[in-house]
């Protein structure tokens, strides 16, 4: 694996093999690697030629700076994990490098992807989203480029912001990685104590009860009937919402194909967020 730390050498290793055609296959990440992050590699290393992997605590997608402080950091483990998984190269670039002096702030209209859930309860989130994630394509130029749908409205994000910006780099969707218990991976996981991990597990219990509700009750009942599930926990509910696959509106009374509930809560003083797919999407 090749470390790279500069735009220079991005482009000194990626170039050629660009212009011989091969595949190259992104995963943008904060950094605090896990399995999910890993099934991401996978995923990118069976479609593609050649994978990169991006470590950036972004700082433009914080709106709290003590969560931006919070943030894990394990560059070196995180350095061994990708090199155990036959990544090809990582790019670990500086916010300055990413955000020069004469970078101008990309802008796109998110309409109600934006102003929903994650949008609504961390303001300026989806902008910094969209300036990295846009700037990150522009130097790596990727085939391909790899995301969680643990973070669902993200993906949403990122999809609309390709298509806006008419990007020729093709969304890769990869499935939620779990632990054992149920609880979806997350670099904020390291935040939590053993007894906090035990308690987080409610979360995809709560969508778990949702997904057989959804076969008796409408979605907002459903959706009332998971809220006061989930309060007679320890842990406190931001949202919990079930959404319309692809425009992320509520839904109320009908159900539709791909119906997501989507949940953020607090353990503690750890954020955690996850989402369930209620009414399975009819493949075309």
Request: proline share 5%; with cysteine; hydrophobic share 35%.
């Amino acid at each position: 694996m090749v470390n790279l730390y500069s735009i220079d050498a991005l482009k000194e290793n990626l170039e050629p093999l660009r212009n011989k055609g091969l595949k190259i296959g992104f995963v943008p990440t904060m950094g605090a690697l896990h399995d999910g992050h890993i099934a991401l590699v996978k995923a990118a290393k069976e479609e593609c030629d050649v994978v990169i992997v991006s470590i950036f605590v972004n700082p433009t997608q914080f709106n709290n700076t003590e969560d931006l402080k919070l943030y894990p950091r394990q560059e070196d483990k995180d350095l061994e994990l990708l090199t155990q998984n036959d990544c090809d190269f990582v790019y670990l670039p500086t916010a300055e490098e990413i955000y020069p002096p004469d970078y101008e702030e990309v802008k796109i209209d998110l309409d109600t992807i934006e102003n929903t859930m994650e949008g609504e309860h961390r303001p300026g989130h989806f902008n910094g989203v969209v300036n990295v994630v846009s700037r990150l394509f522009k130097i790596v130029q990727p085939t391909k480029a790899y995301f969680g749908r643990k973070d669902f409205q993200q993906v949403a994000v990122v999809k609309e912001m390709n298509r806006q910006l008419k990007l020729p780099v093709e969304i890769v969707t990869v499935e939620t990685k779990r632990d054992p218990s149920g609880l979806a991976m997350s670099s904020r996981n390291l935040r939590l104590s053993e007894q906090d991990l035990d308690k987080a597990v409610v979360i995809s219990q709560v969508l778990n009860k949702g997904k057989s509700w959804a076969n008796s009750y409408s979605p907002a009942v459903t959706r009332q009937k998971m809220i006061e599930y989930f309060e007679q926990t320890s842990l406190k509910l931001e949202y919990l919402q079930i959404v319309h696959p692809d425009t992320l509106n509520d839904l109320n009374q009908y159900w539709v194909s791909g119906a997501t509930a989507c949940i953020a809560a607090y353990c503690g003083d750890v954020r955690l967020i996850d989402n369930m797919e209620l009414i399975t999407k009819e493949e075309n």
